[in-house]
């Protein structure tokens, strides 16, 4: 009997430690499975402001016409491969990511039977712009506080330059965004010391590609460097931890030169930006004012927000070199605790102060020689770190309602931008122009352009249209003054694109055709504008004007040989 009952204990014993094991089991599911649906909160107000960014990039996305710029990258990523990638690691180096990009981008959306129209070629920068805005956001929250990544972000986002990149069919949208991404995986390998392996090896493809997107992030690197240098050698509380990784960083930008220097090699036969003019004391204002969206009120707010930003974290940053201060400080318990809390933040304002000011310093001092860096298309990429000080200046504020008085008070100005910039987003319009003309165009009739120059463009900002819309208009190699994808010039090297200025050459091209466009873009000088008029009554005087569309960009006047 007392093998029995103890045989039935354990099985009733058994069977109890099953159902308890059952039951912690069904417990630990339930955890599980709560712990999946709770989403971090962080996670989802940066799923807000990319949401947020993303509506403001799409708006009116495909409305502003395309622009020479804008025309010259698709059409160059239109050509057949081999000559596209003679022309971007030969005369065209710069921006040969995005070029590359955008040609299997148009090819990808071909195939789904979508031409690339305005919005199409333009959403990529949309998406691009849209990712860079989480990118800060992380940025902001992890090493300067919360309030500090979401208003910073808001900023960003909100920005008239920004947005301006954000809607182009260029390659600054994706630029900034792996600009962002190489910022934020130093900060984290120098200041967290865990998986750092990973994060070098997003700072080299990030800053790699960076460079083949636009070669002015060279300057980024360079305030990096700067940055790191200081961190490196000034007492700070990432010092330590940093002075581990110089090993990692010294592979890594040994790494990312060894993978830039096809870039480099090619950029020194490439164009040169002789366009830019030398750059004066107040083109500097000029920069900071376009981040305004030309509203001093705004400009101003902002600007003395960063350098209360600044200000207090040289204050907290030398303090600790004094003991007289911190024993006042800490006769102070609320004072204490945030001059504590702000020490921490020091290598991360000293390396946006960095990343904000030496780009704006290089480029102008290198811009009074032979290579123009000085523009401000360039300088969007100091915007991120300029809204994140400009945050930071906010929260260095002691009481919450002030900051939010504050903080509401820039994203109210920040607004009062937005509307103007979709106002002003059309540079030039060779959209109704191009739709006029396909309007009035018959089988057979010739197009003529002038200024086909590549600083100003016409006859590839009309291919644009006409490929993007076609109804079967198109230039022929014969038409005065044409250019070649080819040659990367005229067709006639002799005659040049002045040959559309040439009576000879146009009666010679009259005489092929019954009738025939006449298109004139932006003319870049005084006396080529002369030669125009010149032109133009010539035209007058020889053949039947039909019609014509002028606009403040644009005319197109159509003439009857017969």
Not at 201 to 210: F, G, H, N, P, S
Not at 293 to 302: A, D, I, P, R, S
Not at 333 to 354: A, G, K, M, N
Request: aromatic share 14%; with cysteine.
């Amino acid at each position: 009997m007392a093998q029995v009952s103890s045989e039935t204990a354990y099985r009733n014993g058994n069977q109890s430690s099953t159902k308890t094991s059952d039951h912690e089991s069904a417990i630990r599911r339930l955890q599980h499975s709560g712990t999946l649906l709770r989403i971090p909160w962080h996670w989802v107000i940066a799923g807000i402001l990319f949401v947020t960014a993303l509506c403001f990039n799409l708006y009116r996305l495909g409305a502003p016409s395309i622009w020479y710029d804008e025309a010259f990258a698709v059409e160059l990523a239109r050509q057949p491969l081999p000559l596209l990638w003679h022309i971007i690691f030969g005369p065209e180096p710069n921006m040969e990511l995005y070029y590359l990009f955008l040609r299997y981008w148009i090819d990808l959306t071909s195939l789904i039977g979508l031409h690339a129209t305005e919005f199409v070629v333009r959403f990529p920068s949309a998406i691009f712009a849209a990712l860079s805005t989480l990118v800060v956001f992380v940025i902001g929250r992890r090493f300067l506080g919360t309030l500090t990544g979401i208003l910073g972000t808001a900023l960003y986002l909100l920005n008239a330059m920004q947005l301006t990149y954000a809607q182009q069919t260029r390659s600054y949208a994706l630029q900034l965004l792996l600009i962002c991404l190489a910022w934020y995986a130093l900060f984290v390998a120098l200041s967290s010391g865990k998986q750092v392996r990973r994060w070098w090896i997003i700072y080299v493809l990030a800053w790699t590609l960076a460079v083949y997107a636009h070669l002015f992030s060279l300057l980024i690197l360079l305030s990096q460097l700067v940055a790191v240098g200081g961190i490196l050698l000034l007492p700070n509380q990432w010092r330590d931890r940093a002075r581990k990784q110089v090993v990692n960083l010294g592979r890594s930008l040994l790494l990312t030169g060894i993978l830039i220097i096809p870039m480099l090699l090619e950029s020194r036969q490439g164009p040169k930006t002789g366009w830019l003019p030398v750059p004066h004391w107040h083109d500097i204002y000029h920069v900071f004012d376009t981040i305004s969206g030309y509203n001093e009120q705004y400009l101003y707010t902002f600007m003395a927000f960063c350098g209360l930003g600044l200000f207090a974290t040289v204050i907290v940053y030398f303090a600790q070199f004094f003991p007289s201060s911190q024993n006042w400080l800490s006769a102070t318990d609320s004072i204490d605790e945030t001059f504590i809390s702000h020490q921490r933040f020091v290598p991360v304002v000293w390396s946006l102060f960095c990343w904000l000011v030496v780009p704006i310093g290089v480029s102008y001092v290198l811009s009074h020689g032979s290579l123009r860096l000085y523009s401000s298309r360039y300088l969007v990429a100091i915007v991120p770190p300029l809204f994140l000080l400009v945050a930071f200046g906010i929260t260095t504020l002691r009481l919450r309602i002030v900051q939010g008085y504050f903080a509401l008070l820039l994203v109210g100005l920040a607004l009062l931008s937005v509307p103007l910039y979709y106002r002003s987003a059309q540079v030039e319009d060779w959209n109704s122009t191009t739709h006029w003309l396909l309007q009035h165009y018959q089988p057979d009739d010739g197009l003529i352009c002038y200024d086909n120059e590549i600083t100003q463009g016409c006859q590839i900002s009309v291919e644009y249209y006409l490929h993007a819309y076609p109804n079967g208009a198109h230039f022929t190699d014969d038409s005065p003054g044409a250019f070649s994808w080819k040659k990367f010039g005229p067709v006639d090297a002799r005659t040049g694109f002045d040959a559309a200025l040439d009576p000879s050459a146009l009666a010679l091209y009259g005489q092929k055709h019954t009738r025939f466009f006449y298109i004139v873009g932006r003319v870049p000088t005084d006396e080529a504008a002369a030669r125009v008029q010149s032109t133009e009554h010539w035209l007058d005087g020889h053949y039947h004007f039909v019609d014509q569309i002028v606009t403040r960009t644009v005319t197109i006047r159509l003439y009857a040989t017969h």
